[in-house]
């Protein structure tokens, strides 16, 4: 079973940008730290992404959450959840990449 993300997770747009997640409960908690939702929110900084003229990472939309695991009506988020990276405007800028989580808790 892949690990919960927390806000303590590192987690990175594709063009290095950092992802904040920031909770909307903190009742349920995995390694000390708050279990991440999908409805929760996530802002991205230091996205350095520009083709043309500036378009940064700014949002993650989750598309694809834990399967089974459930917290406060909403759907938990682990390892092998798939969030979208998001511009200002809701351009899909690339795909999330979860570089590290807490070992403790997993859950499908």
């Known amino acids: 079973m892949p690990p ?5 997770s590192t987690m990175m747009c594709p063009h290095g940008g ?20 999908a409805s929760d929110t996530f802002i991205i ?6 083709p043309v003229s500036p378009h940064p990472c700014v949002s993650v ?18 390892q092998a959840s798939v969030g979208l990276c998001l511009a200002a405007d809701q351009a899909t800028q ?11 808790a997993s859950g499908l």
């Open 94 to 104: 690339g795909v999330v990449i979860i570089a590290a989580t807490q070992p403790q």
């Open 61 to 78: 939309k989750w598309v694809q959450t834990a399967q089974r695991l459930k917290y406060g009506g909403d759907f938990v988020l682990n």
């Open 4 to 8: 919960l993300l927390t806000p303590s």
């Open 45 to 50: 900084a230091g996205c350095s992404f520009a």
């Open 18 to 37: 950092t992802v904040t997640a920031i909770p909307g409960s903190t009742r349920a908690q995995a390694g000390g730290a708050p279990v991440l939702r």
